[in-house]
Every structure is written in structure tokens, then in C-alpha cells.
Nanobody, 120 residues
Framework: EVQLVESGGGLVQAGGSLRLSCATS????????IGWWREAPGKEREGVSC????????YYEDSVQGRFTMSTNSAKNAIYLQMNSLKPEDPDVYFC?????????????WGQGTQVTVST
């Protein structure tokens, strides 16, 4: 059974930082694109960052470039997202994902999500 379990969300003031973690199991970590998506109320989910297994390059959505850093630990099958300079408009729920076929735009597996709230 595939599992992705996020942690680390919470309430932070604008300009602050949070580090999200995602523990994964049930699939071959290095054979999938892995990353983070997010969702704001009333809006579609959007990709935040992703690493493709084929080239190891990390991609970031434009609005988080320079503020967010994604990392992985293959030995622990874990994914992390360091979020700095958080803004009130950064959407609320963050999901870690794994994408079969190495396609960051089409996640195959989703975590349950972790809430991030940024106060002014």
C-alpha cells in the first residue's frame, strides 16, 4: 500500500518559515517524480515543486522560486519543503505527491495534506 504522510504545517506570521516533511512508503522512491502541490480554498490545486527521477532537477512554481527549497532523503524515503518568507497569499493546504512516469504535472499518489496558515 502506497502511503504519503505530511507533517510540519501550522500557523506562522507573514515573513516566517516552516519546514514540511513527507514520509513515504509502498513504492520505489527513486523511480517516481516526487514533489509538493498546494491548494487554496475555492481554487484548483497547483504544483509547487518537483524533482524528476530522470534528471534530478528540481522545478519550482514561479511564485515560490527563491523562497521555497525542496529536498529529499532517499535513504529515509522522505521529502521536505523548506518554506521561507511566507506570504498571506500562499495557499493553505500542502500535499506531497509521487508521479508515475516521471511526469510532475500528473501526480499518481497524494498525501492527505497539511494545513499552512500565514497570518498578517
Amino acid at each position: 500500500e502506497v502511503q504519503l504522510v505530511e507533517s510540519g504545517g501550522g500557523l506562522v506570521q507573514a515573513g516566517g518559515s516552516l519546514r514540511l516533511s513527507c514520509a513515504t512508503s509502498g513504492f520505489t522512491f527513486d523511480d517516481y517524480a516526487i514533489g509538493w502541490w498546494r491548494e487554496a480554498p475555492g481554487k484548483e490545486r497547483e504544483g509547487v515543486s518537483c524533482i524528476r527521477s530522470s534528471d534530478g532537477i528540481t522545478y519550482y512554481e514561479d511564485s515560490v522560486q527563491g523562497r521555497f527549497t525542496m529536498s529529499t532523503n532517499s535513504a529515509k524515503n522522505a521529502i521536505y519543503l523548506q518554506m521561507n518568507s511566507l506570504k498571506p497569499e500562499d495557499p493553505d493546504v500542502y500535499f506531497c505527491i509521487a508521479a508515475e512516469g516521471d511526469d510532475c504535472s500528473e501526480p499518481t499518489f497524494w498525501g492527505q495534506g497539511t494545513q499552512v496558515t500565514v497570518s498578517t
